[in-house]
């Protein structure tokens, strides 16, 4: 199966970390993969471009510019001329909240395939946490009502609500990921408490230093010039 997770391909040698170019991966697939590797390439860079999206509706797929759903929220497709939600970028709804929408395109039979609520890709949970990271924008939300985790560092939005307890992890594993966000907090906290006073001692230093390199610079400049003017004058003076 050919599938396409970044724009760039390593090389697949030991020790080698460079790209390899078109003409080298056309050389490695058949007429037909490079063809369909060129199609995943311009869904995985529309995917990725907040500006652009393809039409929803069946048997188009035309790229679109995403326009400012304050402004315009209904658009039409400039090829099948179908209206389509700016907003959501899926199909037109005059009437339904586009996050409830999202969760309603969940088909039971295929509960563990969902659209990223920010850019719509598709993705599939195999097994594990239940808080959900975008391949494609890295936005964070909860698999079950595809909110927001961005800003929920304690990850407390599992500890109410409908998804109550539905995170995928220990209570124990829980409170240590709890414990550790609050070490690593605390932590930078003392590390900017200790080394503000250094900080204040090094600043005139390192201001001092600035100075001198910019004064030695402009000294270097002023002699160059002046021996570069010398020859010159030299042939005007002997002229």
Known sequence: MLSVKSATIRCPANGCNDSLSTNE?????????????????????????PRRFFCPHMDCGHILAVPDARKQRSITCTRCHNPICSKCRRQWHSTEDC????????NPIHSDIKQCPRCSVLLERVNGCAQITCVICKHIFCWYCLRSLENDFFLLHYERGSCRNRLGHSRLSLFLHRLLTIGLFLLLIFLLIVTSPLLILILPYLFCCGQKQIRNYFDRSSRGEHRSSTPYQSVIDIV
């Open 25 to 49: 991966i056309r050389s490695f697939l058949t007429n037909a993969q490079f063809n369909l590797y060129n199609k995943l390439l311009l869904d995985y860079e529309v995917a990725k471009d």
């Open 99 to 106: 996050t409830r929408l999202l969760i309603s395109y969940a």
